[in-house]
């Protein structure tokens, strides 16, 4: 299939598209404070009663004293488990206003905990990692000291929260429910968190399980488990699948032809270009003037790149951060599945639709179904990389002068 055959659009009116920021949705702010609200009307005595915990939240300020949160959507306990953020949410479309209600909307009753409370197993940290191990979403009464207070940076670029307050104490309300594979990692004490991370994938725990695992400190050595902030952990998880799945592919053989793929998602346009040789990747972001992480209407396009060889990289992520990760992840399990190794190059240009930070997830789950349906093929690398060009905000010559793979390209005098 010809690549102007496969995209939809007009290339002029890709790089031409909305130069304004859309207006952010203000409404999420009057969401917070009624949560809050919610929150205040449930509170009896000094307690929370009956509330429901899906998931936990460990911050990274202050280490290696760090705010641990057990999060709980009071008020909506029925519905505890699509606050969860996880693939679930592309498969149910949501956008950018519901990831933000479903991420705030969870009170996060916290304390401050060292990090290597590693034997913890009773008390606040303990019932926070009963409800990080178990498959779903856990009664618990909480004591809080104070009301529920809220701190929503609207313009920030931290993933939204809702409503806090200290916590005093926590119980359970019932024996959570714990997966096999999980209480086998628990009960290992001599596993390091490598094998243990990998060993629940390969048994078809998803990333975004394992990540909360690991936050929680119930994996590793016994002497060597610690709280994990949860913004690190969901990075590691990442990394480590990322490159057990590389690594299975060391000996496989390559795809046989250049594949153009696609997709769109939360105001972020993800192509990945796939072609044939040994493993090589690389990640470059275009972000556009008016998207949150280029919020100046009048800046020009800001351009991120990493990349990686075939025996991946050692140093730290220095421009793309998570995304490199999470792109990552997803293109392997794709090669992966067809049992296939490729050189990979994903694009991913954020507009200025994407006027709230949403988390890594998206890019994870962006490009975890760009492969999905039919794709565009060119006859090289360059030939792909030349027509994808004329679909993004930038020329093949800045797009040159950041990215090594496309540097890497032959160049022709029309390049010019």
Known sequence: MRLDEFVDLEANERAERRRLAKEK???ILDYVEGVADRVQQ???GDAIVGSVSPSIFVGGSNYPNVSTGILSPVGDEGRADSYVTSGAWYEEGVD??????????LLNSRRSTPVDAHDAWDGFVGVGREVAIADRPVDVEIGLDGDPTV???????STPTGPSARARSAQLGENPHVPRPVKKTLEDDDWRAEGAINYLYRRGFDVYEVNTILSAGALGRSENRRLVPTRWSITAVDDTVGGFLR???????SIGGV????NDFLGNAYWVLLAPGQWEYELVELKAPGSVWNPDPEAGMWIAADREG????????EETAGAYHAARLAALEHLDDRNR???CLVLRHVSDDYWGPAGVWQVREGVRHAFEGEHATAETLADAVRGVVDYLPTTLAALRRKSAMVAGLQTTLSDF
């Open 310 to 317: 075939y025996e991946g990289r050692t140093g730290y992520v």
């Open 25 to 27: 949705s203000y409404e």
């Open 259 to 262: 594949e153009i793929h696609r």
């Open 96 to 105: 950018l206003d519901e990831v933000f209600r479903r991420r705030t909307g």
């Open 341 to 343: 190794q490729a050189k």
């Open 42 to 44: 449930s509170v009896s």
């Open 247 to 253: 690594g299975s592919l060391r000996d496989a053989r």
């Open 151 to 157: 701190d929503f940076d609207a313009d920030g670029v």
